[in-house]
Each structure stands twice: as C-alpha cells, then as structure tokens.
C-alpha cells in the first residue's frame, strides 16, 4: 500500500516563527502537492513538484515556499508564520498524473498560529 | 479555467437507503478525469472512484457509482444502501490531463453527509 506521512498531526506555532511541514512517501511518486483546506473552501494547491528540486507554484502561494532535496520527502515552509495560515495541511503523491492516477494523501497537519 | 462544484453543502439520508451527491463541472479540455473523495472525521482523505470523460459507461466501484452525464457536465457520486459509516465529506475533483498542469487536481468545496441509523 502507498503511504504518505505527515511529520506532525498537530501544530501550535507563534506569529512570525518559521514553521516547517515535513511529508514524505514511500512509493517512489515523482509528483508531490501540498494543499490547504479550510471549512467551507474544500482543498487549494499552495505548491507542487513533479521531480526533485523542481517546484510550481499552486493557486495559493502566497507566504509559502518549498523544498524537495530527495524524490520521497516534500516540505512546505512557512517563512514566518501569521494567524490566517491557521488550517489543515495536507500533503498527496501521485506516480505520473496522467490517466487513472489517482492522489494518495497524508492524514494532514492541523497548525494554529498564535 | 477549471472549476468544480458542490451545490450541497450537507446532506441527510437514513441508513440503508441510497442517496446521490451533486457534482458539476467545467473545462475547455477535451480530455479530463473526474474523482471522488471521502474525508472522514479523522481526516485523511480516501479515493473512492474515477471516470474519464472518453469512458463509455459509468465508474463503479462496490456500494459507490457514478452518474457522468458528459453533455450536462455533470458526474454525481451514488452511494447504495448507506451505512453509518458513510458519514463523511465527500469532494469532487478534476484534473486536466493537457498542458503542464501534471496531475494537479482542482477540488469542489465538499459536501458534508450524515447517516442517520
């Protein structure tokens, strides 16, 4: 079975720190996401890479950045971390996203900022 | 543009009985592909079932179907006889399968299911 994992389920970080949001899968998927969902707005794409070191910016960009050093692991930054990028964080592979492929997500990181 | 949409918010059904969520679509691509997903209260999200706009019949995949009306734009997600752990968000996505989009899905807002025993 495909697995992603999330470093964290839960998250408490304090305005202005610098927030880190690790996801890694086990599958050798070249393509990565990392989503925001909030109630009521379903899932926006903030970042995708569809090889290592290779990054594109989603719908939602803004106060994000991210790395992708090795094929399984895509982290997602948060330079300095405000109150309204309190969500659920949720990452996904897919092997090529073409055809029947389908996303295999991560349980998601809930973060707060104070 | 891409887009999705999800014109129930929540839903209620009674237990064992079949119940159908919405979803409309738009594109300019000639060739795309429809997905559902199912968010439980935990929070992970799980693939339930794919159509592709050049599939002749509609998707199922056990209790879950498919409803693609290609020329309404439509492809709404049918679950049978509906058990209690049904309850859950439910999103609809796409994904263009031109340009250099790679795979990206656009997602619905969801729609949030309750199954009353």
């Known amino acids: 079975d495909v697995k992603v994992t999330q470093s964290s389920r839960y998250l408490v970080k304090r305005t202005g720190e610098k927030v880190f949001l690790e996801c890694v899968q086990d599958m050798d998927h070249e393509n990565m996401f990392w989503y925001r969902q909030d109630p009521g707005l379903g899932l926006r794409l903030i970042y995708f890479s569809y090889d290592v070191k290779m990054k594109e910016k989603g719908d939602i960009p803004e106060g994000y950045s991210v790395s992708r050093e090795k094929k399984e692991r895509f982290s997602l930054i948060l330079e300095s971390a405000s109150t309204n990028q309190t969500s659920m964080y949720l990452c996904?592979?897919?092997?090529?996203?073409?055809?029947?492929?389908?996303?295999?997500f991560g349980p998601g990181t809930r973060l707060t900022v104070l | 543009a891409q887009k999705i949409t999800q014109t129930q918010p929540g839903m209620f059904v009674q237990e064992k009985e079949a119940v159908t969520l919405d979803c409309t679509y738009d594109t300019s691509d000639p060739s795309y592909g429809l997905f559902w997903y199912k968010q439980p209260s935990s929070g992970e999200m799980i693939f339930l079932i794919y159509?592709?706009?050049?599939?002749?019949q509609n998707a199922t995949e056990g209790r879950y179907s498919l409803n693609f009306q290609k020329a309404r734009k439509s492809a709404n997600l049918v679950i049978s006889a509906s058990q209690l752990g049904d309850s859950a968000m439910y999103f609809c996505a796409m994904r263009g399968n031109y340009g250099g989009s790679q795979g990206n899905l656009i997602f619905g807002k969801g729609t949030k299911l309750s199954v009353k025993p």
């Open positions: 996904a592979s897919s092997p090529t996203g073409t055809g029947t492929d389908t996303q295999y």
């Open positions: 159509q592709g706009s050049y599939d002749q």
